[in-house]
């Protein structure tokens, strides 16, 4: 019996190294070959040892591009996580967050760092010329004022984002800030 149990295990120890050898390298790199930075850097080179060696170089996480949401969440995901960061810091966060298209991750930044909408953060997302991103931003109540909300639609380049602000901004009232109306119903930052 006790026999039994040791081949068994030596068993599973061979066929977890067999699996692994499905990632040779060369099929490895035509697959990363495709894939953000952030991805190889938070995902791929965590595969195994020889991924990690293979991807040595993908050691940098950009927040401004998009970051898979597994990652974030486990350096980001929890209040503590931006306990020692200032003010300043925990905003850039945002910010760069803002500009990643993701808003999974958003969601997240804005539970850790415990801060409000504000307007550098929707400035980041339409600079970005990430519609939903500020779509969801306004809906939380993000102000910014017309002249800045203006320079980073045309900073971004983006016809998408022009058209979706340009629809937006006839919901606002006429005074400096772009805030919603105050029919307007708004949501929390946390939906």
């Not at 030596?10 to 070959?33: E, V």
């Not at 993701?102 to 504000?118: E, H, M």
């Not at 979706?164 to 929390?188: M, Q």
């Amino acid at each position: 019996m006790l026999m039994n149990k040791m081949s068994d295990v030596a068993l599973r120890r061979r066929r977890t190294r067999q699996a692994s050898n499905i990632w040779m390298p060369d099929i490895l790199q035509s697959i990363a070959a495709f894939l953000p930075p952030n991805v190889i850097a938070c995902t791929i080179r965590l595969i195994n040892k020889s991924s990690a060696e293979q991807f040595k170089h993908f050691v940098t996480t950009r927040l401004s591009q998009s970051v898979p949401a597994h990652a974030f969440r486990h350096r980001w995901g929890f209040p503590a996580a931006t306990g020692a960061l200032t003010y300043e810091q925990r905003t850039q966060l945002l910010c760069l967050t803002a500009a990643s298209r993701s808003l999974v991750n958003l969601k997240f930044a804005f539970k850790s760092t415990g801060l409000l909408p504000q307007p550098r953060v929707l400035y980041a997302a339409l600079k970005a010329g990430h519609v939903h991103m500020c779509d969801w931003l306004i809906r939380s109540g993000c102000r910014c004022p017309l002249m800045d909300m203006g320079r980073a639609i045309g900073e971004s380049g983006s016809k998408e984002i022009y058209n979706w602000a340009f629809g937006v901004i006839n919901l606002f009232d006429e005074n400096s800030d772009a805030t919603p109306s105050s029919h307007s119903k708004r949501s929390s930052p946390n939906r």
